[in-house]
């Protein structure tokens, strides 16, 4: 069990600005999200769209605050523990213990929900008898190609994903590329690539048309496709890639016994505590009267609530308010001489 | 105010009316609509606010721009007439729209 002052979960905007807050204030944290990198939606979502309202940033991505915001705090070297959902909050006395789904512990007297909309999970497939094949022949992602090897594949998707894994997997499957549409979103290098495949003969691509039904028994056997036409075609299928982005799901937070509002979770906007002493929401995830979701006020609710955080776990100290511009001590904290 | 039509899956028809400028996605969410669930908040960043737009009125609302239609590919179970609701902004032209919700948004 790894000891902490505060646990955060999300390492969105919000969840990596709570490391600086309690950092500076000599605060430790961890931090737990899903997805296998920090950004939260700034980077699944939307890493090249430009951001304008970032206080003193005229303009900026996904990517370039995230990157910024992980350069600010670097002094703190905080632990982060990527692909890990946290599936269980229990109270101990003064403190919360966090399990996640890969089995790791943590407790702390503070844990603040940086969780956007929930966790990023794939959009999977809709079609009947899905569930049954999911994980053994078919896949939201690919981990390790060489299991892919020698099929007969049907990728479903029109972006990049989609058609990134069509041109790996063609070197050594048989690759049917399904779209919605004619038209497919990537970059023009890669869309010429695979015109040039299939005018070679060595992938076949079919649109308009989407999935229909999987036959099959223990394994699949083929699937049908359905055009915008309604004519129906079965194609020889062992395996399926379905490339549909992701979803946010917001999972097991709804059963913490947290007062909840919808998908949100009820805070008062003095600290951002929630009805649990010690657990803190901020960010897209919180709610309070005049709520805006917004990333500058994410970065408002994580500096008030960690005033608290450290109340909780400093109870014999005395909080001084400080500046960074003129404090000896964050400066120290902070690397500066 | 603009009188805009919500019908669920299963046939179950609200009419409800939304102030001009909001987005049909708001006056579902405003008024408790079910079936919209608009996790991105109208970034047009995660295609869960799909719905699909009565024929009569596709040709009455402002082209879907290239973004919104990369998005409804990643939308349940997309149709000719999916549009995502939050890029459908309310006016006097558009009072009386009808749109349906999918099954489900994810």
């Known amino acids: 069990m790894i000891k902490t002052d505060v646990i955060i979960i999300g390492a969105g905007p919000v969840g990596l600005f709570a490391v600086h807050q309690l950092g500076i204030k000599g605060l430790k944290a961890i931090v737990i999200d899903n997805l296998d990198k920090a950004g939260g939606q700034c980077i699944e979502l939307y890493p090249d769209k430009p951001i304008y309202d970032i206080p003193a940033v005229p303009e900026c991505t996904g990517e370039e605050l995230t990157k910024n915001l992980v350069e600010q705090i670097k002094p703190f070297n905080t632990e982060f523990f990527y692909n890990e959902r946290v599936d269980e909050v229990k109270q101990d006395k003064d403190n919360w213990i966090v399990k996640t789904n890969n089995n790791n512990e943590f407790t702390a007297p503070n844990i603040i929900i940086a969780g956007g909309v929930g966790s990023f999970e794939p959009r999977k497939l809709s079609t009947k008898d899905t569930e049954k094949y999911e ?5 939201y992602a690919v981990k390790n190609k060489d299991e892919f090897k020698n099929k007969n594949i049907s990728i479903f998707g029109g972006g ?5 894994w069509t041109l790996e997997l063609s070197k050594f499957s048989k690759i049917t590329l399904i779209h919605r549409r004619n038209e497919f979103r990537g970059a023009s290098h890669t869309l010429s690539e695979i015109k040039k495949l299939e005018n070679e003969g060595k992938i076949s691509i079919k649109t308009p048309c989407q999935l229909e039904s999987i036959e099959g028994d223990k394994s699949i056997e083929s699937i049908i496709i359905k055009f915008d036409d309604g004519k129906t075609e079965k194609i020889k299928t ?12 917001l999972g097991p937070i709804a059963e913490w016994g947290l007062n909840m509002n919808k998908k949100t979770i009820e805070v008062n906007s003095e600290n951002f505590e929630t009805n649990k002493k010690g657990i803190f929401a901020a960010g897209d995830i919180c709610s309070y009267p005049g709520k805006l979701k917004l990333i500058l006020s994410g970065f408002h609710e994580v500096a008030l609530a960690s005033v608290e955080c450290f109340k909780r776990a400093r109870p014999n100290e005395k909080y001084r308010f400080e500046f960074t511009t003129s404090s000896k001590s964050i400066q120290d904290r902070l690397g500066k001489k | 105010m603009s009188k805009i039509t919500y019908i669920d899956n299963q046939g179950n028809s609200k009419t409800i009316d939304v102030e001009n400028g909001l987005t049909v996605m708001e006056g579902a969410i405003q008024n408790d609509i079910p079936g919209i669930d608009a996790d991105c908040g109208g970034s047009m960043a995660c295609a869960t606010c799909h719905v699909y737009v009565e024929e009569k009125w596709l040709s009455k609302l402002p082209k879907a721009e290239e973004a919104e239609v990369d998005m409804i590919d990643m ?20 009072d009386g729209l009808t749109v349906t919700t999918p099954e489900k948004q994810s």
């Open chain 1, 135 to 139: 994980g053994k022949s078919i896949f």
């Open chain 1, 238 to 249: 062992d395996t399926i890639l379905s490339f549909f982005g992701l979803v946010m799901k």
């Open chain 2, 75 to 94: 939308a349940f179970e997309p149709k000719k007439n999916s549009r995502l609701s939050c890029q459908l902004i309310i006016s006097d032209e558009l």
């Open chain 1, 160 to 164: 990049d994903s989609a058609l990134d």
